[in-house]
């Protein structure tokens, strides 16, 4: 098995392969790919997929790399309906546990009107954008990596997506290698 950096090395090559972002040769699947990779591995692969994303944006024309933190995305609509204060508070004196129903109802996980899916789809050019997913590990267990992939599924057919996966990938998706995760057999592993 190869290592962390020479599998980081081949992300460049295979995005920029044309049936890659076409989705050519996937049977009309989906274009959704999962690069997945030990937890303990996280920032060296959050570091390398800014410095690819900044890279590819700044030498090819033809290909723009949008990344989208599931976290971040989380915390932003928790800030823009004037919640985050309140999810804090609630935090401190319930519980993390106590917090997860009320901030997935607020994102709207599941529903047509998915604020996540919303995020995302709001800021992406059709067969242009490469889009990246990262965050995963962060956001969990609030936003589960394969409720995302399911409810993107519908909403982004005209481009590809990678998602950053601190765990592993058959038809499974194993957060962290010990949480198992609903299957998710649409996704193909990029390397």
């Given at each position: 098995?190869?290592n ?6 081949q ?18 699947e ?16 959050r ?42 508070e ?21 529903l ?47 481009n ?25 057999y649409?996704?193909?592993?990029l390397?």
């Amino acid at each position: 098995m190869i290592n962390l950096s020479e599998r980081l090395k081949q992300l460049e090559p295979k995005i920029l392969e044309e049936n890659f972002r076409t989705g050519h040769g996937t049977a009309n699947e989906v274009n959704f790919w999962i690069v997945d990779y030990d937890a303990e591995d996280e920032m060296q692969v959050r570091d390398h997929v800014y410095f690819l994303a900044k890279r590819l944006n700044s030498i090819r024309e033809d290909v723009a790399i949008k990344i989208f933190d599931l976290y971040d995305i989380m915390i932003d609509v928790l800030e823009e309906k004037g919640y985050l204060d309140s999810v804090i508070e609630m935090e401190q004196d319930e519980g993390s546990d106590e917090t997860i129903e009320p901030i997935r109802s607020t994102l709207r996980l599941t529903l047509e009107n998915d604020m996540v899916v919303a995020k995302i789809t709001e800021d992406i050019t059709p067969e242009k954008d490469i889009i990246f997913l990262v965050g995963v590990g962060k956001a969990w267990p609030v936003i589960r990596s394969h409720t995302i992939l399911n409810n993107l599924h519908s909403k982004v057919d005209k481009n590809p997506l990678v998602m950053f996966f601190p765990g592993y990938y058959t038809s499974k998706l194993s957060l962290f290698g010990e949480i198992t995760d609903d299957n998710y057999y649409r996704a193909f592993k990029l390397i």
